[in-house]
């Protein structure tokens, strides 16, 4: 089952962890000085925040698959529909270890396919991603070089 996934950026993260907490009736499953993220059943949504992006609001979205074979399959679907795309394997982002597919939509839209397979104890880099596919405000989307 896949999972809608939002980040967003912002300029206080502990505001905006007790907005969200109220707004969502939960507490998120991760916090960090940075960065926090909430994976909701209702609705069913990785919801995450963080302060390291350049402007606020939406970073970028997405789309969390539980298997590789969901991720192959988007990411096939990204490259059918004619949209550059740039993957990354094994990379971290988020305090997570991750397989991703970028894409930007036709309206400029970051999207991101993902399946995460474990943690990680830092928030992690962004690495450099062709400007076809690029976006520098993304927070953990890897950012056009120069």
């Not at 507490?27 to 302060?51: G, Q, T």
């Amino acid at each position: 089952m896949k999972r809608l996934h939002l980040h967003i950026s912002v300029p206080d993260v502990g505001q905006a962890i007790a907005f969200y907490s109220t707004l969502f009736d939960a507490r998120p499953v991760v916090v960090k000085d940075d960065y926090a993220k909430w994976m909701l059943e209702d609705p069913r949504v990785n919801l995450a925040i963080s302060s390291r992006a350049r402007a606020t609001g939406i970073d970028h979205v997405g789309i969390q698959v539980e298997a590789p074979e969901e991720l192959a399959v988007l990411a096939t679907r990204l490259k059918t529909a004619g949209n550059k795309t740039f993957d990354q394997h094994a990379t971290t982002c988020c305090y997570a270890r991750s397989d991703k597919s970028w894409v930007t939509d036709t309206a400029g839209v970051r999207w991101e396919t993902f399946y995460t397979h474990g943690e990680a104890t830092s928030y992690g880099e962004d690495e450099v991603l062709p400007d076809e596919v690029a976006s520098a405000s993304a927070c953990c989307a890897p950012k056009a070089c120069c």
